[in-house]
C-alpha cells in the first residue's frame, strides 16, 4: 500500500500525474523533496477562540511537530472542529458525532501515515478516538492536560465541581453578588480542561489506561513544561508507528484495553458521561460495553483517587501523586497488565515505572479505599427498561434508598420556568423528575440532569433531593441524581409516563428505579401516549442527528457510524 505523500491520491483518473499536481501544490509552502519522502504524521488542530480549554493546543503542535521531526518524519498540521463545553448551543453532545465525522474523514481524506489526535474539552477526545478507531491509521492521543487550581480566600477552587457549589450558594443567599463576581474570575485560572473528575479528566484517564496515550499524559497540567515535553516524546512516538504502519488502534483496542478503562472508570469515580462515550468508542469495534458487566465491575472495584466532584483533590494533585500509573499500580490484579500501548510497553510495563509517592494520600490503596464500590452503579426497573445510571460516589447515602412523592417537569423551559416558582408544590423529600431531555428529545442529551434544588427549598438548607431524567450530567456534578433514562421520554420510554403526585422507589443497593404505579394504570396512560413526541427537523444536520441518533445504552452515536453500521 502506497503511504507519505503517495497515499490516499485525489482521483483524477491518471495517479501518476495526481501525485505530480499535489506535489507541484505543497512546494508551495516550501517543502524540499526530502521533506515530501517522509513518512507523514498528521496533528489534528483544535485550536479556537471558543475553546479556552485548547489554549495551549499551539504550543502542544510544536512541541508534537518537534518530536516528529527529530525522528526523522514529516509533520503535517490540519484543522477540524473544536468543541468547548461551554461555548456549544444547544450542548456540546449534539456535536460530538459530526466532530467525529470531520476527523474520520480527515484522517481518511488526506495523506498521513500516523496521526496524532490533540484534545480535551469534554466531548473532543471521546470524537477524536470514535474517529481514529473507524479510521484505524496507527494513532496517538495526547490530551492538553488540566488547568491549575484557583485559590479564594483561602480556599482552592476547581472548575466547575466549585462552579456549581458556590452558585448553589448564591442562590441559597449564602453568598452575595460582589463575592459570586470575584468568584467567577477565580474558577479558571489557566488554560486547561476542568481540574476536577469531570468528563475530559475521566476520558483522559481511561484513554491513557487504554493504552492510546503516553503514561502520565492524562494528568499533567496543561501549562506546565513537562506537558510540552511529554508531546514532544508523543511525536517521536507517532513518527516510530508511521515508519512501523503500527500498532492500529484496533491493535490496541482489545477486550482488555476496554476492561482496563472500566475499572479505571470505577477507580476514579469518574464522570457518567464516561461510560456513554467509551460506549460509543466500543461501538466502532467488534466489542460491546455491557452495562450489566459495568455495574458488575463496580461492585468489585474500590474508588482509590480522591478527586472532586466526589472526593477533596485535584487533577494536579492526583499527577504529583503518580497519576494513571500509579493508580493502576494500586488496583494490582483488577487490571489486565498484558494489554499493549502505542510505545509498544505493556501495562506491566508502564506500572512497573509508576512513582512511589511517600506521604500522598490522593491515590489510595486497595486496602484503605476511599469508598470499597465503584463509582458508578447501574439501575433498571419499570422506570429504565434499557437501563440508568447513578454516580452514588457523588450521592448522600441517606437518599441511595427513598421513595418519594414525583414533581415532574415536561422539558428544560417547563423547569427553568417553574422550578423557582415560591408556589410550586414541593417538599425535601420529593423526587424531581425531567423529561424530553434525552438524545433526541432536546435534541443533544443536555447536561441538565442536575436540576436546581428548588429556590425555597435551597434556601431552608436543602442540598439535595433524588433528581430523575432522561439527560446526562456534567461529570464535575454531584447530589443523588439519576440519569440516562433509556428509553428516552420522547421515545415512548415509560419516563413519559409518571405524573406528578406519583410514587417513585429508589434502590441504588439493589440497582433498581421504579414507578410504584399498577400496569393496567400504566397501560391506560400508555394508549394515550403519541408513539414519539420529538419534533423531525426539516433540513441539515439536526435533521441527520433526529434520524440517527442512538440511545444512552449505544452510546448516542449515529447508527450508520457504529461498525456494524445502520440496521435496517
Ligand atoms: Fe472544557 Fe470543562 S469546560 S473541560
Not at 279 to 288: D, Q
Request: charged letters at 20%; aromatic letters at 4%; proline letters at 6%.
Amino acid at each position: 500500500m502506497a503511504d507519505g505523500l503517495r497515499k490516499g491520491l485525489t482521483a483524477y483518473g491518471d495517479s501518476g500525474f495526481s501525485l505530480f499536481l499535489r506535489k507541484a501544490f505543497i512546494k508551495a509552502m516550501g517543502y524540499s523533496d526530502d521533506a515530501l519522502d517522509r513518512p507523514i504524521v498528521g496533528i489534528t488542530n483544535t485550536h479556537s477562540d471558543y475553546n479556552p480549554c485548547h489554549g495551549n493546543a499551539p504550543q502542544i503542535i510544536e512541541a508534537v511537530k518537534r518530536g516528529v521531526m527529530l525522528a526523522g518524519a514529516m509533520p503535517m498540521v490540519f484543522p477540524t472542529i473544536s468543541i468547548a463545553e461551554s461555548f456549544a448551543h444547544p450542548t456540546s453532545m449534539y456535536l460530538r458525532n459530526l466532530m467525529a465525522m470531520d476527523t474520520e474523514e480527515m484522517i481518511r481524506a488526506q495523506p498521513m501515515d500516523a496521526v496524532v489526535v490533540i484534545g480535551g474539552c469534554d466531548k473532543t477526545l471521546p470524537a477524536q478516538v470514535m474517529a481514529a478507531v473507524s479510521a484505524d491509521l496507527p494513532t496517538v492521543v495526547i490530551p492538553v492536560g488540566p488547568m491549575v487550581v484557583g485559590h479564594h480566600k483561602g480556599e482552592v477552587l476547581g472548575a466547575c465541581t466549585d462552579c456549581r457549589r458556590l452558585w448553589a450558594k448564591y442562590r441559597a443567599g449564602e453568598i452575595d453578588d460582589a463575592e459570586i463576581e470575584a468568584v467567577n474570575g477565580r474558577l479558571a485560572p489557566s488554560v486547561g480542561t476542568c481540574m476536577v473528575m469531570g468528563t475530559a479528566s475521566t476520558m483522559a484517564c481511561m484513554i491513557e489506561a487504554m493504552g492510546l496515550s503516553l503514561p502520565m499524559s492524562a494528568t499533567i497540567p496543561a501549562p506546565h513544561a513537562e506537558r510540552f515535553r511529554s508531546a514532544e516524546a508523543s511525536g517521536r512516538v507517532a513518527a516510530a508507528m508511521a515508519k512501523a504502519k503500527g500498532p492500529r488502534p484496533s491493535e490496541i483496542l482489545t477486550p482488555a484495553a476496554f476492561r482496563n478503562a472500566q475499572v479505571v472508570l470505577q477507580a476514579i469515580g469518574g464522570s457518567t458521561n464516561g461510560l456513554i462515550h467509551l460506549t460509543a468508542i466500543a461501538g466502532r469495534v467488534p466489542h460491546r460495553i455491557d452495562l450489566d458487566d459495568f455495574d458488575a465491575i463496580g461492585r468489585k472495584v474500590p474508588v482509590l483517587v480522591d478527586l472532586k466532584p466526589s472526593g477533596a483533590h485535584y487533577m494536579e494533585h492526583f499527577h504529583h501523586a503518580g497519576g494513571v500509573p500509579k493508580l493502576m499500580a494500586q488496583l494490582g490484579d483488577l487490571i489486565e497488565l498484558d494489554a499493549s500501548t502505542v510505545t509498544g510497553a505493556t501495562l506491566r510495563e508502564v506500572v512497573a515505572q509508576a512513582e512511589d509517592v511517600p506521604g500522598q494520600d490522593v491515590i489510595r490503596s486497595r486496602d484503605n479505599p476511599i469508598r470499597c464500590e465503584g463509582g458508578l452503579a447501574v439501575l433498571h426497573g419499570n422506570l429504565a427498561p434499557r437501563g440508568a445510571l447513578i454516580k452514588h460516589a457523588a450521592a448522600s447515602p441517606g437518599l441511595l434508598q427513598h421513595t418519594g412523592r414525583a414533581v415532574v417537569f415536561e422539558t428544560l423551559e417547563d423547569m427553568a420556568r417553574r422550578i423557582d416558582d415560591p408556589d410550586l408544590d414541593v417538599a425535601a423529600d420529593d423526587v424531581l423528575v425531567l423529561r424530553n431531555a434525552g438524545p433526541k428529545g432536546a435534541p443533544g442529551m443536555p447536561e441538565a440532569g442536575y436540576l436546581p434544588i428548588p429556590l425555597k427549598l435551597a434556601r431552608a438548607g436543602v442540598k439535595d433531593m433524588v433528581r430523575i431524567s432522561d439527560a446526562r450530567m456534567s461529570g464535575t456534578a454531584f447530589g443523588t441524581i439519576v440519569l440516562h433514562i433509556t428509553p428516552e421520554s420522547a421515545e415512548g420510554g415509560p419516563l413519559a409516563l409518571v405524573q406528578t403526585g406519583d410514587r417513585i422507589a429508589l434502590d441504588v443497593a439493589a440497582r433498581r428505579i421504579d414507578l410504584l404505579v399498577d400496569d393496567a394504570e400504566l397501560t391506560r396512560r400508555r394508549t394515550a401516549l403519541p408513539a414519539t413526541t420529538a419534533i423531525r427537523p426539516a433540513r441539515g444536520y439536526a435533521q441527520l442527528f433526529h434520524d440517527a441518533v442512538l440511545q444512552a445504552d449505544e452510546g448516542c452515536d449515529f447508527d450508520f457510524l457504529t461498525a456494524a453500521g445502520r440496521r435496517a
